[in-house]
């Protein structure tokens, strides 16, 4: 906590701000560091601005509005953020530093939507830093980014090269796209990424026409990429709630291959069970969103954006999310040698309600830190292949509801299998009705 203090401290004062920004602020009526954690503490979900400022009156026995808190707030730069956002990284950095020293960092890229003020849907692109378990970046591309995932990548490392330095570069399938790969291996960013589909055309063995408009792309990439084909079979359990009383929980065994593509070519140290594995480690993205829009304003935005403030408020998740990081790393040595995880949602919670004040004016002590750890630390046994029904007591909140859910599919073919009338499914489930290879311990001929 010493690392996170001394960054603090050294950094939230006028004459570095004053450096950063084109307005010049002054030292009287509201403090510098209660502006900035005026900031921060509006990232947490479910919070008013009325709220904190009657949280910073009553411990400086003051009388300011929010109004007031939001004009100091915000001639603060969005650089100071960056500027404590990436010495926050840094330090994160320095404590792992003896971890996967001659690994190639796996780096995780994906999209995800919220809303503004307008309800109107945004594109946010995420970089997450799978090998470190820690997020890289998250930017918004606004409404003008949507459908764009992959020309808004491309835009974002671009200018940002310096991180994808020795990294592997992991996408869905949205990411499938020649062009995409092309640039990746010019830019000497290895990458796996799922292919559409059975990715026929980048087998060596295809004949490809001339006149296939990616012609010139896919025979570059050919003598540049491995096309690796999983095989796997995965358990899964489904529960059948519509129209019934009683959950039905299935228990089926269904056929999960995959096509992968990736530029890396060495095939002692990286098999195709080693890709695979790597591949399944995008998920830890997936997680990340959820953790975003669970604990802090992320899903929907309220404030006009001005004057960067979902840049800032973005910066600002990520702060917390690195000294909840940074807490958890230090407290890592209690749990060596256990799977068991810690409940960060909880700890970012006690973060906003315990920490941060007294932590941004260096009046947290030993013993009060050493007290939180052990009151919000709290670990969680998550044991593997747990499965629960998905319920709301919200109508049409949940997409099982209308019954547009993977669970929802399932539920239907298994049904279909069951009562021998798979021809009235619709094509789609047809073909993925003929992956279900068990129902409870039944072998099943869905072909």
């Known amino acids: 906590m010493l690392h ?32 900035f954690y005026y900031r921060l503490a509006y990232s947490q979900i479910n919070i008013t601005k009325e709220s904190i400022a009657s949280h910073l009156n009553f411990i400086n026995k003051t009388n300011y509005s929010y109004q007031g808190y939001d004009k100091k707030e915000h001639n603060i730069p969005l650089t100071f953020y960056r500027l404590i956002l990436d010495q926050l990284a840094s330090c994160y950095n320095t404590i792992i530093r003896n971890n996967f020293q001659n690994t190639l960092v796996t780096i995780a890229v994906d999209g995800t939507y919220n809303n503004n003020r307008n309800y109107e849907e945004m594109l946010n692109m995420g970089f997450y830093d799978v090998t470190n378990n820690i997020p890289i970046d998250i930017e918004s591309f606004g409404r003008k980014g949507k459908n764009k995932e992959i020309k808004c990548t491309k835009s974002y490392i671009k200018k940002n090269r ?5 990294t592997i570069l992991i996408g869905d399938r949205a990411y499938f796209c020649y062009d995409f790969m092309k640039f990746l291996d010019d830019n000497g960013i290895y990458f796996i990424i799922r292919s559409r589909g059975d990715a026929n055309n980048l087998d060596p063995n295809t004949r490809l026409s001339k006149s296939n408009r990616n012609y010139k792309i896919i025979m570059d990439l050919r003598s540049k990429t491995r096309h690796i084909v999983c095989k796997n079979i995965v358990e899964k359990v489904v529960h059948d709630t519509k129209g019934k009383k009683n959950i039905i929980k299935h228990t089926i065994r269904i056929e999960d291959n995959c096509h992968l593509i990736t530029n890396l070519l060495d095939c002692d140290n990286y098999p195709p069970d080693q890709l695979a594995i790597i591949y399944k480690s995008r998920w830890d993205i997936e997680v990340f969103f959820k953790y975003l829009k669970h604990n802090f304003k992320f899903q929907h935005l309220r404030e006009k954006d001005k004057q960067n403030n979902y840049e800032k408020l973005y910066m600002s998740e990520l702060i917390i ?12 040595h209690k749990n060596k040698g256990t799977t068991i995880k810690i409940n960060e949602s909880h700890l970012v919670k006690g973060i906003f309600d315990k920490l941060l004040h007294k932590l941004l004016h260096n009046k947290l002590v030993t013993n009060e830190y050493n007290n939180f750890c052990k009151t919000y630390i709290k670990l969680i046994n998550n044991k593997r292949n747990r499965s629960f029904p998905r319920t709301s007591k919200t109508a049409f909140s949940k997409w099982y509801v209308k019954g547009y859910s993977h669970n929802s599919q399932l539920v239907k073919m298994i049904n279909a299998i069951l009562n021998n009338t798979i021809n009235k499914l619709n094509k789609n489930l047809k073909t993925k009705a003929k992956r279900i290879k068990e129902i409870n311990g039944k072998i099943i001929d869905a072909g």
């Open 4 to 35: 996170i203090k001394n960054i603090f401290e050294s950094n939230i004062n006028y004459n570095i701000i004053n450096e950063l920004s084109n307005v010049k602020l002054r030292k009287r009526d509201i403090d510098l560091i209660d502006a």
């Open 162 to 166: 310096k991180k994808f330095r020795n």
């Open 321 to 332: 999310t690195y000294i909840a990081k940074i807490i958890e790393k230090e407290n890592e």
